[in-house]
């Protein structure tokens, strides 16, 4: 991580939490809405990392933008960069900043129109399954698991890189999110509910130290 990320971090009361981005275009960048709670619950009771209880709302446009070096996103539609939020987006991973894109079935066609504009030279391309992206708490042999069947289409987990580093992971056929909301919403079975939280374990620990 950068160290201008790790000294803000270091600073604060907490070692971490997580930006959910409001973006525009008209998706529903609120979806899920327990799911970040329980996701940060994990990573408490999981591992060492003191987790803030609660996600903050960022805007790309956000003078705060910059003290979250971890961004995710998520939703079932449109969803639209302005010129200079692209221009921010580029600076802000360029700096050290992460974002985890999490498809709820719908976004996928907006969300590759937008990210392309941020780095073009470097296209989403598929992670291997021995990625440490899958093995950086827990173990993945196959990749990412499969929360929702929805269309029944494998799940894929795909990336972009700056400078060998990934500063993108998008989880496209999986639908973590649904997998980290409380029980009740989606009446997922326990153990897609585990996958779905050790997965998101994984994302967040491989982002701190990496």
Known sequence: MNAVFLLLLV?????FT???LKYGGGG?????PSSLTNLL???NERTTTRAAPR????????PDLFEYPYLYMTGHGNVHFK????????????AGGFLHADDNYGMDSSFRREIVKIFPDSPLVELPFDHPIYHSFYNFPDGLPKIHEHDGKPPQGYGIFYEDRLVVFYTYECDLGDGWEDPEVHDDPPEKREQALQMGVNIIIYSLTH
């Open 83 to 94: 010129e200079e939020e692209v221009k921010i987006l580029r600076n802000y991973f360029i």
């Open 55 to 62: 996600e903050v709302v960022v805007e790309i446009k956000d």
């Open 11 to 15: 600073v604060g009361q907490y070692d």
């Open 41 to 43: 619950a994990a990573i």
């Open 18 to 20: 997580v930006a959910r």
């Open 28 to 32: 529903d960048w609120y979806a899920d």
